[in-house]
């Protein structure tokens, strides 16, 4: 099945080198070339003394393996077994928000989707398919008890979401992904049109994480949940201007 796999991706490279030659520069033909001789085998896989960044993924195994993972053989061995995470956290991709880090969650507590901006789309089989799965996976499956979105400071998907419409740049996906937020955005024009813009962008973030918060109730099995008490959704908001962390939770209880 691998071998397929394998075979598959070169097809689809000689092909684009067939099919490209003419236009293509010498070094980016080169190094497809090259990537095809390493899947096919022809390159030796060991040897990671020219790749810095090969070192650096090695050694970071390495340091995992010796001081956590050897370390700990009855956590590992029931973690081999099963995952029990109690929370589904959707996160920002940005690599200062990295969730356990900040919120010192260990292996296994904290299923964990990342996107640009921490946004949860409305219910869209069609569209969404990859974090509807994450979503209905946690619910249905792992029986997540917490859904936390955790928005963050300095956020490069709401920053972009701030400058759209933009006609003098596009992207393929991201501009359509952020919009996701733009009712926050509209929320927070509309009522703080007073404010600087650096002011709106940090309200902005958070006012987005209320709104992915509300569009995680469009999925009928978090809705249900929700009802049922059995998922509490969260909000989180990392400020790393300051280091502080701030949450907030969905009150389903009706007030006395
Ligand atoms: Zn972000």
Same mark, same amino acid.
């Given at each position: 099945?691998? %071998?397929?796999?394998?075979?598959?991706?070169?097809?689809?490279?000689?092909?684009?080198? &067939?099919k490209e030659k003419e236009g293509?520069?010498?070094?980016?033909?080169?190094?497809?070339?090259?990537?095809?001789?390493?899947?096919?085998?022809?390159?030796?896989?060991?040897?990671?003394?020219? /790749?810095? /960044?090969?070192?650096?993924?090695? *050694?970071?195994?390495?340091?995992?393996? !010796?001081? &956590?993972?050897?370390?700990? #053989?009855?956590?590992?061995?029931?973690?081999?077994?099963?995952? $029990?995470? *109690?929370?589904?956290?959707?996160g920002c991709s940005d690599s200062?928000? !990295? +969730? +356990?880090?900040?919120?010192?969650?260990?292996?296994?507590?904290?299923?964990?989707?990342?996107?640009?901006?921490?946004?949860?789309?409305?219910?869209?089989?069609?569209?969404?398919?990859?974090?509807?799965?994450?979503?209905?996976?946690?619910?249905?499956?792992?029986?997540?008890?917490? &859904?936390?979105?955790?928005?963050?400071?300095?956020?490069?998907?709401?920053?972009?979401?701030?400058?759209?419409?933009? +006609?003098?740049?596009?992207? /393929?996906?991201?501009?359509?992904?952020?919009?996701?937020?733009? #009712?926050? %955005?509209?929320?927070?024009?509309?009522?703080?049109?007073?404010?600087?813009?650096?002011? $709106?962008? *940090?309200?902005?973030?958070?006012?987005?994480?209320?709104?992915?918060?509300?569009?995680?109730?469009?999925? +009928?099995?978090?809705? !249900?949940?929700?009802?049922?008490?059995?998922?509490?959704? *969260?909000?989180?908001?990392?400020?790393? /201007?300051?280091?502080?962390?701030?949450?907030?939770?969905?009150?389903?209880?009706?007030?006395?």
């Amino acid at each position: 099945m691998a %071998k397929h796999s394998a075979e598959v991706v070169i097809e689809g490279l000689k092909k684009i080198l &067939i099919k490209e030659k003419e236009g293509m520069d010498e070094e980016v033909q080169g190094k497809v070339e090259m990537f095809i001789a390493e899947f096919q085998g022809s390159m030796a896989a060991s040897g990671h003394q020219h /790749d810095p /960044d090969a070192q650096t993924l090695e *050694r970071g195994f390495d340091f995992f393996k !010796n001081k &956590i993972f050897d370390k700990n #053989p009855e956590f590992f061995e029931a973690l081999a077994k099963k995952q $029990q995470p *109690r929370f589904l956290v959707i996160g920002c991709s940005d690599s200062r928000v !990295n +969730p +356990p880090t900040i919120l010192n969650f260990n292996l296994g507590e904290a299923f964990m989707s990342r996107n640009i901006g921490n946004m949860v789309p409305q219910f869209d089989q069609l569209r969404h398919a990859e974090i509807g799965s994450v979503i209905e996976y946690a619910v249905k499956h792992l029986e997540v008890t917490n &859904i936390l979105v955790m928005g963050h400071s300095h956020c490069g998907g709401i920053e972009r979401l701030m400058e759209l419409p933009d +006609p003098t740049l596009t992207h /393929d996906f991201l501009d359509e992904w952020v919009k996701i937020g733009l #009712p926050a %955005k509209n929320k927070v024009l509309e009522q703080c049109n007073h404010l600087g813009t650096e002011e $709106q962008k *940090r309200l902005v973030e958070k006012e987005s994480v209320k709104n992915s918060m509300a569009n995680l109730l469009t999925y +009928p099995f978090v809705r !249900n949940a929700v009802v049922n008490g059995t998922i509490t959704l *969260r909000g989180g908001y990392y400020n790393f /201007d300051n280091g502080t962390f701030q949450q907030w939770k969905l009150c389903t209880k009706p007030m006395p």
